[in-house]
T-cell receptor, first 110, second 114 residues
Framework: SQTIHQWPATLVQPVGSPLSLECTVE??????LYWYRQAAGRGLQLLFY??????ISSEVPQNLSASRPQDRQFILSSKKLLLSDSGFYLC?????????FGPGTRLTVL | AQSVTQPDIHITVSEGASLELRCNYS??????LFWYVQSPGQGLQLLLK??????LVQGIKGFEAEFKRSQSSFNLRKPSVHWSDAAEYFC????????????FGAGTRLAVHP
């Protein structure tokens, strides 16, 4: 069966520090992958999606970037975090036209 | 413009009461419709989905939803709510194929009184 992992589960980082969040999918190949952010009291905002290795599309210009170095690995990064980067980050993948979500990473920028 | 509207930000029901969460969408193509549930600090769990066919779809945890094309609605229902149903519920619309971009509603937070 397919599973999706995210780590770390929680992260507290100072403003200006770098960021790397990782998402991996098991049990499938060449999935579409997505990064969402959920800010406090707000809905889900699609940040990036990827249809294959090295193929990244950005939905919203921002302080973040994404990479897909391997088929089932999706990484969200930042060189310098801002306070506004705080939120709950969710990775998702698509199977048979349905998106399935990982457990999320809670990021607090202080 | 493509959008999903969940008119109710917060809903409170008593345990054992029936529940209906509303979802209206605006979408140019034939929609694929989804309901997800999110418990605090957790990811989103798929409750049910509608692609085609029978407009009344059954999901997990005793939930069902009805697609009404004429009303552009996909309301979620449960005949008897349990305290464990307290969570946030998201309606989403997408299309088949491509990169399967979903448009989400803002969510409805459900509280359940004992």
């Amino acid at each position: 069966s397919q599973t999706i992992h995210q780590w770390p589960a929680t992260l507290v980082q100072p403003v200006g520090s770098p960021l790397s969040l990782e998402c991996t999918v098991e049990g499938t190949s060449n999935p579409n992958l997505y990064w969402y952010r959920q800010a406090a009291g707000r809905g889900l905002q699609l940040l990036f999606y990827s249809v294959g290795i090295g193929q990244i599309s950005s939905e919203v210009p921002q302080n973040l970037s994404a990479s897909r170095p391997q088929d089932r690995q999706f990484i969200l990064s930042s060189k310098k975090l801002l306070l506004s980067d705080s939120g709950f980050y969710l990775c998702a993948w698509t199977f048979r036209d349905t998106q399935y979500f990982g457990p999320g990473t809670r990021l607090t920028v202080l | 413009a493509q959008s999903v509207t969940q008119p109710d930000i917060h809903i409170t029901v008593s345990e054992g009461a029936s529940l209906e969460l509303r979802c209206n969408y605006s979408y140019g193509a034939t929609p694929y419709l989804f309901w997800y549930v999110q418990s605090p600090g957790q990811g989103l769990q798929l409750l049910l989905k509608y692609f085609s066919g029978d407009t009344l779809v059954q999901g997990i945890k005793g939930f069902e939803a009805e697609f009404k094309r004429s009303q552009s609605s996909f309301n979620l229902r449960k005949p008897s709510v349990h305290w464990s149903d307290a969570a946030e519920y998201f309606c989403a619309v997408g299309a088949r194929g491509g990169y399967n971009k979903l448009i989400f509603g803002a969510g409805t937070r459900l509280a359940v009184h004992p």
